[in-house]
């Protein structure tokens, strides 16, 4: 602490070790891997299931899971929509579906003594969901006006062409199908994605909540033994790791801002990597305090949100800058921001903004578990990377160990400007001559 602040500013209390919940698991004939704490306090219970994406996808799959986890729900042999909805409101919980690259999440909660009935209408929706006509007539015409609105926001651009720029040809290349696409999606297509994705092999299912973790087990398997499903193995490809080329510049005539984005190759949580890796992220832009946002925020008022992180893929992790910046200042705030990138290179960094970021870092972490669902997500996350329960104990230790050589380390492996690909989208004829002054550029 500044002497300055001494007597004003109450001193931080050492951190205390993360009390861990007592976790059961077992993995059923079928491939299903099960896992269950018990998290008391309220009498209910989360549960996320995650099925991974296999390596036989095939285009255009992405629009057919946009609207698949759309219908899921919509229907079984034995109930109606509004049947399945009816039946979540009496056990007092809920149940929904999403997707991304990697996974289909299905997700939901219900009153503890309500288990049971839970799983087995879980049980029903994943064995024997019909996805019927109409019900996908409809959220076909949703997704395309969703995409078609997503597709007008700068942002959305942006991250669309920094994915597609990192992993051509890779499923976590293509994060949004086109109207085209989803409007071309069949009722029969949907059935044949029920049968070929939903698999038990790979799958995991976290249960958490006011249920005693064996009896959780228990229920879990009685209810979804017999779930079967076809397809390729679970997983995903590992993505070639592109090296940086040109900056690449999407037009948006007459846009008042740019969208900058800049990323490059990083590690995952498995990773021995990752710990000083997420506290350079830290140290650099990813919380308030950061010396990205103190720069081009609070003394430039370049931008008005700026940061940076690390977002995590099982194959293929990537750290990433954004910040959306005012046309007339697109060349000032890239060297900002890259004189910020090049500064964690060379060091130093002070021991006050090494302990903030180490004391945000540890407890972002424990906070992020205190609820049945913050753990249920944290445990499915950890399960996914083949982590233990024990890595939520152990990692805030670790971070505690690090030291200014070891966070200096991981910016020059992973944060160097030069290793890093830049996308930007703005008004072309504006910005085009200030970027070419620093960097060869290729346009969209």
Do not use: C
């Not at 056990?91 to 003594?113: P, R």
């Not at 964690?344 to 970021?357: H, K, Q, T, V, Y």
């Amino acid at each position: 602490m500044r002497p300055e602040l001494a007597g004003i500013v109450p001193e931080v209390k050492p951190l205390r070790t993360m009390k861990l919940p007592v976790v059961s698991e077992r993995t059923l004939g079928n491939g299903l891997r099960l896992i269950a704490a018990r998290r008391s306090g309220v009498p209910r219970l989360e549960a996320r299931l995650l099925i991974p994406s296999a390596r036989d996808n095939k285009p255009p799959e992405p629009a057919r899971v946009r609207v698949f986890t759309r219908t899921l729900l919509a229907g079984t042999t034995n109930r109606t929509s509004v049947e399945i909805a009816q039946e979540l409101q009496a056990l007092g919980g809920s149940l929904d579906a999403g997707a991304d690259a990697e996974d289909f999440v299905l997700y939901g909660s219900s009153l503890a003594t309500e288990l049971p009935r839970f799983l087995a209408l879980l049980s029903e929706v994943l064995a024997d969901a019909t996805h019927p006509n109409d019900e996908v007539a409809l959220q076909r015409d949703v997704a395309a006006q969703e995409i078609t609105l997503a597709l007008s926001q700068p942002a959305t651009i942006a991250r669309q062409a920094l994915l597609r720029r990192l992993y051509a040809g890779h499923p976590y290349g293509e994060p949004m199908p086109t109207v085209e696409e989803v409007g071309s999606v069949k009722a029969g297509q949907l059935r044949k994605v029920q049968a070929r994705r939903l698999r038990p092999e790979g799958s995991i299912l976290v249960l958490v909540g006011d249920v005693p973790p064996a009896r959780a087990l228990d229920l879990a398997e009685a209810a979804l033994a017999s779930w079967e499903g076809g397809g390729g193995k679970p997983g995903l490809p590992i993505p070639a790791t592109p090296p940086p080329g040109p900056t690449l510049l999407v037009d948006r005539p007459g846009a008042v801002q740019t969208n900058i984005r800049i990323a490059g190759h990083a590690v995952g949580r498995n990773h021995a990597d990752y710990p000083k890796l997420a506290l350079a992220n830290l140290v650099f832009g990813g919380y308030f305090v950061s010396r990205l946002v103190d720069n081009i925020r609070e003394r430039r008022g370049y931008t008005y949100s700026p940061g940076s992180g690390v977002q995590q893929n099982r194959q293929a992790s990537y750290f990433t800058v954004q910040a959306d910046v005012g046309t007339d200042v697109t060349g000032p705030a890239l060297v900002e921001i890259r004189y910020e990138l090049d500064r964690m290179l060379a060091g130093p960094i002070d021991e006050d903004e090494l302990r903030s970021a180490k004391r945000y870092l540890s407890g972002t972490l424990s906070m992020s578990i205190q609820t049945q669902a913050g753990l249920a997500g944290y445990l499915g996350t950890l399960a996914a990377s083949d982590l233990p329960i024990e890595y939520l104990r152990d990692f805030p230790a670790t971070v505690d160990a690090l030291t200014s050589a070891d966070v200096i380390d991981a910016a020059r492996t992973y944060l160097d400007p030069r290793r890093l690909t830049t996308v930007m989208v703005g008004d072309v004829a504006s910005i085009r001559p200030v970027v070419e002054a620093f960097d060869d550029v290729e346009l969209a």
